[in-house]
């Protein structure tokens, strides 16, 4: 089971296909595909090749995360020299090279994942009798369903319309099907309900079948461990569900969905689902990190990670981008750390500020970089359990999101600060009570503490229709810019 978490070598020829065209992603021959899930590992093993090809550095293995994504948050500072490009998606200029590559790459993989994910779905009625175990079935096909949902509500996300008093409308390609016809394309609310479908298809497999029902995230990251942890399985693949789609992951994702639709009442009761979530044992089924991960140096908080990746690969595609040695070094200034990202709260007590090396650099600067993805040496002899359960994590959804959530949702001024203040002790911060005037400040301050180098930050400003961004100094911030243009090799119902 651990080729889930560490470096995987089954590899999919016909899943990561290089064709131009992301709709003609399937095996090469319909022998190749019967053959392939003739047994349950085929099945498995095809999921496990979604989850490879989201660790893709073209994905959340550093573009979706840590570089693209985040310049076009106006994040990070560089020596302008080596990053002529990259400022191009500073500057909104989608119709240069590199942002219009960049597009068409996440496009086009994200497509390809959603094929993969429907390739496995038309396979699971047809050969119903290969997985034996129904609950083992059935999470196979939730992951697939949840797959699905998760690449279009990114493509959404990304390449959608803003979600709030929209005057540019787009629409957008829905693939339920493995087929060579052409794929519908959904106004902006259809396309929602469609991924509102998939996540409620998934969450009814999962019912109940979910081993987070019986036991903890952190009991099934080391179920494995029988000295210290009493977890009874009846198949390894029912481990690692924090590096899974699960059910909380289905509430967390329409939390943050309903959130960014709009509809406050229903993303609150998904995220206070999450938040408030219990196993038969009535343990917590997670709880936010407090200082238990910073004392560990894991900075990427792996313990309140709903849903994240294990990427063996972190260290050379991305922990090098903020190294002294690198030439296109990303880092902060001392005043963006200290006066914007921890604008009215000192950097002394909040552990957040943990996450951040602060030291000087080797000019006597103090050019602030994350350690969020920072590796253990070959001198740390980490186990490798732990280094791929706890160091080599790419958090997808984390519990701290639902808190913002619920905090932002939340109908009552006491109850947004009953949640404000359980969350900021998380943090080591003794929270003031917010004023209804100061709430939305201090949630926009937070995402951006929170999710620095994790990709959330744009999404955060499109939702809000922001037009002053942080460190945007030039010009305001148009809905023009918050939309990703399609790649032009697609066909493209919005040029009709």
Not at 254 to 281: F, H, P, Q, S, W
Not at 351 to 359: I, P, S
Request: charged residues 25%.
């Amino acid at each position: 089971m651990r080729n889930i978490l560490i470096c995987v070598t089954f590899f999919l020829a016909w899943s990561l296909s290089s064709c131009n065209d992301w709709l003609d992603v399937k095996p090469e021959t319909e022998k190749d595909e019967k053959e392939m899930f003739d047994s349950p590992n085929g099945f498995k093993n095809a999921l496990t090749a979604c989850y490879i090809k989201m660790n893709s550095v073209n994905l959340y293995g550093k573009r979706l995360t840590v570089t693209d994504i985040e310049f076009m948050a106006q994040h990070w500072t560089w020596s302008e020299s080596n990053y002529r490009n990259e400022r191009k998606l500073k500057d909104f200029n989608y119709e240069e090279d590199y942002p219009k590559d960049f597009f068409s790459t996440v496009y086009g993989e994200l497509y390809n994942i959603i094929v993969q994910a429907n390739i496995i779905l038309k396979n699971i009625p047809e050969k119903k009798e290969v997985i034996v175990n129904e609950d083992v079935r059935a999470l196979v096909e939730g992951e697939a369903l949840a797959i699905r949902a998760f690449c279009h509500m990114e493509i959404l996300r990304l390449f959608g319309q803003i979600p709030q008093n929209a005057t540019k409308q787009v629409s957008l390609p829905y693939a339920k099907t493995v087929s060579t016809e052409a794929i519908p394309y959904y106004a902006f609310s259809d396309f929602v309900n469609l991924i509102v479908q998939d996540i409620d298809a998934a969450e009814a497999l999962f019912k109940d079948r979910d081993p987070l029902f019986e036991y903890t995230y952190e009991e099934l990251d080391n179920f494995s461990n029988t000295k210290e942890y009493d977890v009874t399985l009846d198949d390894d693949f029912l481990g690692y569900r924090r590096f899974r789609f699960n059910y909380y992951a289905m509430k967390a994702m329409k939390a943050r969905l309903y959130m960014y639709t709009g509809d406050k009442g229903k993303a609150y009761a998904a995220a206070m689902e999450v938040i408030n979530a219990v196993n038969k044992k009535g343990n917590k089924v997670l709880t936010l990190a407090g200082t238990a991960d910073m004392n560990k140096k894991n900075y990427a908080l792996p313990s309140e990670c709903i849903l994240a990746l294990s990427n063996y690969e972190l260290e050379k595609n991305v922990t090098e981008l903020f190294r002294d040695s690198n030439p296109l070094k990303l880092y902060l200034t001392d005043k963006q750390f200290t006066q914007d990202i921890f604008a009215g709260q000192s950097t002394s007590i909040n552990n957040r500020a943990q996450v951040w090396n602060t030291d000087p650099d080797n000019q006597g600067n103090i050019k602030p970089t994350p350690r969020k993805y920072n590796q253990p040496t070959i001198d740390d002899n980490t186990d490798i359990g732990e280094l791929a359960s706890q160091k080599q994590v790419i958090p997808l959804i984390r519990l701290s999101e639902m808190y913002l959530i619920a905090i932002e949702s939340a109908t009552s001024l006491s109850d947004v600060n009953s949640l404000y203040t359980e969350y900021m002790r998380a943090r080591g911060v003794a929270a003031n009570p917010l004023t209804e005037e100061q709430v939305m400040t201090e949630i926009v301050r937070e995402y951006r503490r929170e999710f620095f180098a994790e990709g959330q930050m744009f999404y955060i400003y499109k939702r809000l229709g922001t037009k002053n961004m942080l460190w945007k100094t030039d010009r305001e911030v148009g809905e023009q810019d918050y939309v990703a243009p399609l790649p032009t090799t697609e066909y493209n119902a919005n040029q009709k």
